[in-house]
């Protein structure tokens, strides 16, 4: 499966923005699907998956929870990442992630992912 996220940008402190991930070559319904982040000098760091066939049992760093909504547009074979009250230290470029095996516990590992995106950068500045 190819991954093609978008949506990144600038925005100021408690602004919003929405990414999304377009796959192609496969179903994204079929994968787990995820976000992961990453700022320069620091290892990928895990946002949010969303579990293969349903929707139910998303699951959220603990930094971001409350604030971000994952979400699955079977129709459109996308993948979204509502991001709320956005703050500075949200600046990262953003990865999405697909894997057809990984399992409930090691969703947050990204060594667990074997498809990835380009990433898409947003900056949050006032």
């Known amino acids: 499966v190819q991954l093609q996220a978008s949506g990144g940008g600038l925005v100021q402190p408690g602004g919003s923005l929405r990414l999304s991930c377009v796959a192609s070559?496969?179903?994204?319904?079929?994968?787990?699907m995820a976000w992961f982040r990453q700022v320069p000098g620091k290892e990928r760091e895990f946002v949010s998956a969303?579990?293969?066939?349903?929707?139910?049992?998303?699951g959220y760093a603990d930094s971001v929870k409350g604030r971000f909504t994952i979400s699955r547009d079977n129709a459109k074979n996308t993948v979204h990442l509502q991001m709320n009250s956005l703050k500075p230290e949200d600046t990262a470029v953003y990865y999405c992630?697909?894997?057809?095996?990984?399992?409930?516990?090691?969703?947050?590992?990204?060594?667990?992912?074997?498809?990835w995106g380009q990433g898409t950068l947003v900056t949050v500045s006032s």
């Open positions: 969303i579990n293969r066939w349903s929707s139910s049992g998303a």
């Open positions: 070559g496969g179903t994204v319904s079929a994968y787990v």
């Open positions: 992630a697909a894997s057809s095996t990984v399992i409930l516990s090691n969703r947050r590992n990204a060594p667990a992912y074997a498809y």
